[in-house]
């Protein structure tokens, strides 16, 4: 299976901030990766797709990049609404999986 | 609007059984992918499977975890999705999302709200 580590777990920011989460996967997965946001007692939701896609819909702020085994999630100015946890997900091979999850909370 | 509505979580005892359902709607259910994942209290996110559509004749892809305890099938004349599991242990015990699939450019692109299954005696 390939393994997704996801740094830091946890991050601690203030309104504005400029925030990046690291995905970094086992084994090359090209570019078969996704992030989603996921609040309190609500489904994730899609974000990020094909490792730099944003989804329709999503603000600009938030960018993606990335191929191979090491990707990157950049929120350019942290708002009071993305406080959430961010998990990474391959979608390259069976079965697919999920890095362990970060969570950003307010400074 | 697209919507995807989970149904069937409850509590059921170590070894028993329960049948999970996800409506679909706002959207053509026979012509996606459909996935599950769960999540259990406190943890991140699993991937349990995958069922094809019609296309691809229902073929099904289960994580090692649930494989030959848990199957998922569909009801495209019912745009309906299920898991069936079985054995159930006490790890199963996670919120269950169904979650709509592409392929092509690959991403889970719309979830549900989630059920809650517990595994306790």
């Known amino acids: 299976d390939i393994q997704l580590t996801q740094s830091p777990s946890f991050l601690s920011a203030s309104v504005g901030d400029r925030v990046t989460i690291t995905c970094r996967a086992s084994?090359?997965?090209?570019?078969?990766l996704a992030w989603y946001q996921q609040k309190p007692g609500k489904a994730p939701e899609l974000l990020i797709y094909?490792?730099?896609t944003l989804q329709s819909g999503v603000p600009s702020r938030f960018s993606a990049s990335g191929s191979g085994t090491e990707f990157t999630l950049t929120i350019s100015s942290l708002q009071p609404e993305d406080f959430a946890t961010y998990s990474c997900?391959?979608?390259?091979?069976?079965?697919?999986?999920f890095g362990g999850g970060t969570k950003v909370e307010i400074k | 609007e697209m919507q995807l509505v989970e149904s069937g979580g409850g509590l059921v005892q170590p070894g028993g059984s329960l049948r999970l359902s996800c409506a679909a709607s706002?959207?053509?259910?026979?012509?996606?992918?459909m996935e599950w994942v769960r999540q259990a209290p406190g943890k991140g996110l699993e991937w349990v499977g995958r069922?094809?559509?019609?296309?691809?004749?229902?073929?099904?892809e289960y994580a090692p975890s649930v494989k030959d305890r848990f199957t998922i099938s569909r009801d495209d004349s019912k745009n309906s999705l299920y898991l069936q599991m079985n054995g159930l242990k006490t790890e199963d015990t996670a919120v269950y999302y169904c979650?709509?699939?592409?392929?092509?450019?690959?991403?889970?692109?719309?979830w549900g709200q989630g059920a809650l299954v517990t595994v306790s005696s």
């Open positions: 979650a709509r699939s592409i392929v092509g450019v690959r991403r889970f692109d719309y």
């Open positions: 706002g959207f053509v259910f026979s012509e996606q992918y």
């Open positions: 069922i094809r559509n019609k296309a691809s004749s229902h073929t099904t």
């Open positions: 084994q090359g997965i090209s570019s078969h």
């Open positions: 094909a490792a730099s």
């Open positions: 997900q391959q979608l390259n091979s069976y079965p697919f999986t």
